[in-house]
Antibody, heavy 121, light 106 residues
């Protein structure tokens, strides 16, 4: 049973870079077949997909965030990471990592528990 | 981008009621439509994928239908644990979620 767990600072200063890591357990990123995504949810609001990475390192980002987002993968640690630069208060949200089947419906079938990130000085 | 809308934005229902939530895409997405349930403070949970396929472990009272631009999530007999917010999501192109439908107790 694959499980995902987000980690990283809960407080980031404006203009700095938000960095989060998702650790995958119970399965291997290297085995392929899945996209590894970051999704966020502003307080009391809906869900926004940020981007995904494949085990090979290929990425696809939400065009609305593309200029500030970098997603990377470390297969040796079975982790993937998010960096969001030049953050503002509008980036305050719960950040989730999630996986989706790359060849089928691409629905997000496994989610981490989420981590709250607040942008404030 | 393909935008998603949901209706209603909220509804009140009683245990045992049949509940229907509608999701509409701004252009055809074939059957690339997924439904999620989210409870407060929890991550979303996949209920239905590919418009009508029930995710493993999800009760059969949940069902999905539709294709193209119009989709429906139906809960045949609402249970106490079903009070939550429901989101549709298209996976045809850049993933995009609907705004959600909150189901609360009447």
């Amino acid at each position: 049973q694959v499980q995902l767990q987000e980690s990283g600072p809960g407080l980031v200063k404006p203009s700095q870079t938000l960095s989060l890591t998702c650790t995958v357990s119970g399965g291997s990123i290297s085995s392929g077949g899945y996209y590894w995504s970051w999704i966020r949810q502003h307080p009391g609001k809906g869900l926004e997909w940020i981007g995904y990475i494949y085990y090979s390192g290929s990425t696809y980002y939400n065009p609305s965030l593309k200029s500030r987002v970098t997603i990377s993968v470390d297969t040796s640690k079975n982790q993937f990471s998010l960096k969001l630069s030049s953050v503002t208060a509008a980036d305050t949200a719960v950040y989730y990592c999630a996986s989706s089947d790359s060849s089928g419906s691409q629905a997000f079938d496994i989610w981490g528990q989420g981590t709250m990130v607040t942008v404030s000085s | 981008d393909i935008q998603m809308t949901q209706s209603p934005s909220s509804l009140s229902a009683s245990v045992g009621d049949r509940v229907t939530i509608t999701c509409r895409a701004s252009q055809s997405i074939s059957s690339y439509l997924n439904w999620y349930q989210q409870k407060p403070g929890k991550a979303p949970k996949l209920l239905i994928y590919a418009a009508s396929s029930l995710q493993s472990g999800v009760p059969s009272r949940f069902s999905g239908s539709g294709s193209g631009t119009d989709f429906t999530l139906t809960i045949s007999s609402l249970q106490p644990e079903d009070f939550a917010t429901y989101y549709c999501q298209q996976s045809y192109s850049t993933p995009f979620f609907g705004p959600g439908t909150k189901v609360d107790i009447k």
